[in-house]
């Protein structure tokens, strides 16, 4: 089982503002990394560390983090959104790298 | 552009040996940067990470898979490989190879490839 909790499915409307949170105990000490996953794809890397964003990345995207739970925000959510989304970080030990469950996004 | 290529078997028999290679172009596994990992996502379900490997040869392996894991890097070939032991239909999955920042942090990944284990 997942050391890092994500709700299954989060839905948005065109143009609106989405947050996708992740929590666990380990987040207390270390940074989540977000990653989207269109289907048949590849995930991508959006948001790591504090946050940080790789340079293919738009600056719609953003992170942040609040004891237990980090955050994905998507200001202005576009069609081109819709996809799962899955958050990582260590494990409480720093030993194990874990995956949250993930969330299905819907642009409405 | 950094680009990682996955190639192996598409079908492993039920307790043989899945061995998996990674392929990398417009980059080097050599440079002291990163790390060189291995990610799996059974069909419809989540990503599980199953190791990495520093560019040095030091490794690290998800506890719950170390007993039958070996990742090695060939940075003369730019390569790094995955093997998995005693597979059974559980190790069913898209295999990823990535490179990472750190071993949470993966930046360029290949398109995966489905290993399916059946007789």
């Known amino acids: 089982s997942s050391e890092l909790t994500q709700d299954p499915a989060v839905s948005v409307a065109l143009g609106q503002t989405v947050r996708i949170t992740c929590q666990g105990?380990?987040?207390?000490?270390?940074?989540?990394?977000?990653?989207?996953?269109?289907?048949?794809?590849?995930?991508?890397?959006?948001?790591?560390?504090?946050?940080?964003?790789?340079?293919r990345i738009p600056d719609r995207f953003s992170g942040s983090s609040s004891g237990n739970?980090?955050?994905?925000?998507?200001?202005?959510?576009?069609?081109?959104?819709?996809?799962?989304?899955?958050?990582?970080?260590?494990d409480s030990s720093g030993n194990l790298v874990v995956f949250g469950g993930g969330t299905k996004l819907t642009v409405l | 552009q950094v680009q990682l290529q996955e190639s192996g078997p598409g079908l492993v028999k039920p307790s043989e040996?899945?061995?998996?290679?990674?392929?990398?172009s417009g980059g080097s596994t050599s440079r002291s940067n990163y790390y060189w990992g291995w990610?799996?996502?059974?069909?419809?379900?989540?990503?599980?990470?199953?190791?990495?490997?520093?560019?040095?040869g030091i490794t690290y392996y998800n506890p719950s898979l170390k007993s039958r894991v070996t990742i090695s890097i060939d940075t003369s070939k730019k390569q790094f490989s995955l093997k998995l032991t005693s597979v059974t239909a559980?190790?069913?999955?898209?295999?990823?190879?990535?490179r990472q920042v750190t071993t949470v942090i993966s930046d360029y990944w290949g398109q995966g490839t489905l290993v399916t284990v059946s007789s």
């Open chain 2, 90 to 98: 559980a190790d069913t999955a898209v295999y990823y190879c990535a």
């Open chain 1, 25 to 55: 105990d380990s987040l207390r000490d270390y940074y989540a990394s977000w990653y989207q996953q269109k289907p048949g794809q590849a995930p991508v890397l959006v948001i790591f560390g504090k946050n940080n964003r790789p340079s």
């Open chain 2, 17 to 24: 040996t899945l061995s998996l290679t990674c392929t990398v």
């Open chain 2, 39 to 56: 990610i799996r996502q059974p069909p419809g379900k989540g990503l599980e990470w199953i190791g990495s490997i520093y560019y040095s």
């Open chain 1, 69 to 90: 739970t980090a955050s994905l925000t998507i200001t202005g959510a576009q069609a081109e959104d819709e996809a799962d989304y899955y958050c990582n970080s260590r």
